[in-house]
């Protein structure tokens, strides 16, 4: 029996393999894993508008920026991260038992960001600190913020694992390379732009 939305992303965020195999195999959960991506992004820009425009008092035009780019970036990290998995994964990590394509990556790394949802939270962490009289140091905020992104990223690694049907080492090596080449495409895009 299928697990609903919420007993999913529970268990996509415990790293439950179950459930990323669950849902490699379940076409229609593309759906579910875009919302998922698009929650996270969502946390993240309404964290960001609030740390930027309300807690720092930024003009709403400036404080637009960094609330942009938490909403594009990530979908740029999905799908790049998804497409450059699936590529590595699929042909220079291969493993004896690989078989897969570049959807069913998708779906199981859409789901690893799960725990970035909470990432809503970081911004809203000095509001909180200065509420209750603490210092305004941005360093609970920058630490809680990178146990997220740690936390998304194991849960990538656990993804990139069960789409691909291969060792945990080896899906850290091709999660490792896809970060690499993804960075290296958007510092080339950028470079390009600038």
């Known amino acids: 029996m299928a697990q609903s939305l919420p007993q999913r992303m529970w268990n996509a965020a415990l790293l439950h393999a179950d459930t990323y195999e669950e849902v490699e195999a379940e076409t229609s ?89 909470l990432r809503g939270l970081c911004f809203v962490l000095p509001g909180v600190q200065s509420t209750l009289g603490l210092d305004g140091s941005e360093v609970p905020r920058v630490l809680l913020d990178a146990a997220f992104e740690v936390w998304v990223l194991v849960a990538g690694i656990v993804a990139v694992r069960q789409a691909l049907d291969f060792t945990t080492g080896r899906a850290v090596g091709t999660f490792g390379a896809a970060y690499v080449l993804l960075y290296l495409v958007v510092l080339g895009l950028s470079e390009t732009l600038a």
């Open 29 to 117: 959960s593309i759906r579910q894993a875009t919302l998922i991506v698009l929650l996270s992004a969502l946390s993240a820009a309404a964290g960001s508008w609030w740390l930027h425009a309300v807690h720092r008092e930024i003009p709403p035009e400036v404080a637009i920026l960094p609330v942009a780019l938490e909403l594009l970036l990530p979908f740029v990290l999905w799908i790049g991260s998804s497409f450059f998995s699936y590529t590595v994964g699929a042909t220079f990590f291969r493993g004896p038992h690989t078989d897969t394509d570049y959807p069913e990556v998708l779906r199981t790394v859409g789901f690893a960001f799960t725990p970035g949802i």
